[in-house]
């Protein structure tokens, strides 16, 4: 087997780090291999800021959902959606003068944004991966709007869309299992989905218990957390809509 195609298909999520460092190289090869990823345009409507202050790490643990792992990562890697650089550049060379409906970047341009911001993600992971390294996606960076902007000095037509930690470890866990590929790829179109389809996706995987979505919901949908990052992410969109 190709070894790219083994190491995303080894994927698991590593949450435990040893205390061996990423060296500078590896975190070189690691960022242009995610520069590398497809872009809308060749715009690269995003920003990667490089977090190996132990102190932003520390901070970072407590702001994402209390997670202290992330303080023991190694390096952070925070995908922003960045569409204020191409912003300035259009103010900069006066479009406006030319465009007159032009007052700054629209959902579109936010849409991108995160596709591009993502795709570099993905690629840091399998970079990453590829070298033996761990690597956690967190998706709480959405959360803490105030927190986070001030931390980053993140301007306007920004937001965090993924803040990925990676880091050596001595144990990797046992890969989880994912729906069966019958209830996720579709051939040309999307498939009615009825409720013996939904009964058959469900019984075919651990989340077969009678009482799953309720738990479930609990404790994702209906927690702190994810309604903390639903009044995070309106404030964010307030700068496209």
């Not at 690597?135 to 965090?160: A, S, V, W």
């Amino acid at each position: 087997m190709n070894e790219v195609i083994k190491s995303i298909k080894s994927h698991a999520s590593i949450r435990k780090f040893n205390e061996t460092k990423i060296t500078e190289e590896q975190v070189d090869s690691i960022i242009e291999a995610s520069m590398r990823g497809a872009t809308a345009g060749n715009m690269m409507y995003y920003s990667i800021i490089k977090i190996q202050s132990k102190e932003i790490l520390s901070e970072l643990a407590k702001s994402c959902d209390d997670q202290p792992f992330i303080a023991n990562a190694s390096l952070g890697l925070l995908f922003v959606v960045d569409n204020y650089k191409w912003h300035k550049y259009f103010i900069n060379r006066k479009i406006n003068e030319t465009f007159s409906d032009y007052s700054g970047p629209v959902i579109n341009d936010f849409m991108l944004g995160v596709q591009d911001a993502m795709i570099a993600a993905q690629n840091a992971v399998i970079a990453a991966e590829s070298l033996g390294i761990g690597t956690c996606y967190i998706g709480d960076i959405m959360e803490n709007y105030e927190f986070h902007k001030k931390l980053f000095n993140l301007p306007k037509y920004t937001m965090p869309a993924t803040l990925v930690v990676m880091g050596n470890y001595d144990v990797k866990p046992k890969v989880r299992e994912r729906f069966d590929k019958q209830f996720i790829v579709f051939e040309d179109k999307y498939p009615d989905i009825n409720e013996d389809f939904i009964n058959k996706m469900f019984s075919s995987s651990d989340k077969n218990d009678s009482d799953f979505a309720k738990k479930f919901y609990a404790r994702k949908i209906n927690a702190p957390f994810f309604k903390e990052m639903i009044r995070s992410i309106k404030l964010y969109f307030n700068d496209w809509i």
